[in-house]
């Protein structure tokens, strides 16, 4: 049974700081991982998508990578804003073998950046 | 564009009583999942439709719970009876195809009393 955990839980920095957020999977067949922010009372916005074949995604001030083998991924955060702060989730696609798009969720960082 | 829209934003209702949720996914994705978090847990795959079909509705808790998504556009799901263990909040996704990024729509928060 696929297990995804992140580390930190929760995060508080001073604004500029580079972040590294942590997301760990038990079942290294993924197919997909997916990052997201979830900002309080608001649905979850998708950050990158890095697929299959794929190391590592960037986008602006993010920069994801993965690391299928050892079951690990980071999120890079460089130069953090006080618009960052917020809930980022890591989810794995199940298992390719089963021919299933289901997303496994962790449990999230939260993320709070002071100015 | 116009995102995934969800319909109530919130939802209070009692033990015992129906409910309905409604998802509209991003126009002309044929993929749309739901999901839910429940007290204060991490979120949890429910099913998932292409287009009208169930592709897999292997998270679905029990019987109490029926999606549907007629015509292959907008999906509803409805709890009947509710306990109070299906309040939370239950999210709607879509994609473009499969293996491609699911976006999120804002939820509806589900009480029950």
């Known amino acids: 049974k696929q297990e995804v955990t992140q580390i930190p839980a929760a995060l508080s920095v001073p604004e500029g700081e580079n972040l590294v957020l942590n997301c760990s999977f038990t079942?290294?067949?993924?197919?997909?991982l997916q990052w997201f922010r979830q900002d309080p009372g608001k649905g979850l916005t998708s950050l990158l998508l890095?697929?299959?074949?794929?190391r590592e995604q960037t986008s602006g001030r993010l920069n994801a990578s993965l690391d299928k083998s050892s079951g690990r991924s980071t999120l890079y955060i460089a130069a953090s804003q006080p618009g960052d702060s917020a809930t980022y989730l890591c989810?794995?696609?199940?298992?390719?073998?089963?021919?299933?798009?289901?997303?496994?969720f962790g449990t999230g960082t939260r993320l709070q950046v002071f100015p | 564009e116009a995102g995934v829209t969800q319909f109530p934003s919130h939802s209070v209702i009692e033990k015992g009583q129906t409910v309905t949720l409604r998802c509209d996914p991003i126009?002309?994705?044929?993929?749309l999942y739901w999901y839910r978090r429940v007290m204060g847990k991490e979120i949890k795959f429910l099913l998932h439709?292409?287009?009208?079909?169930?592709?897999?509705e292997s998270g679905m808790p029990n019987n109490r719970f029926l999606a549907e998504r007629t015509g292959g556009t907008y999906s509803t799901l409805k709890v009947q009876p509710a306990e109070l263990e299906d309040s939370g909040v239950y999210f709607c996704?879509?994609?473009?195809?499969?293996?491609?990024?699911?976006?999120f729509g804002p939820g509806t928060r589900l009480t029950v009393t």
């Open positions: 126009s002309g994705h044929d993929n």
């Open positions: 989810a794995v696609w199940g298992h390719q073998a089963y021919n299933t798009d289901k997303l496994i």
């Open positions: 996704a879509s994609s473009l195809n499969r293996g491609h990024e699911q976006y």
């Open positions: 079942d290294s067949a993924i197919y997909n």
């Open positions: 439709f292409v287009k009208e079909s169930k592709q897999d």
């Open positions: 890095i697929q299959s074949s794929q």
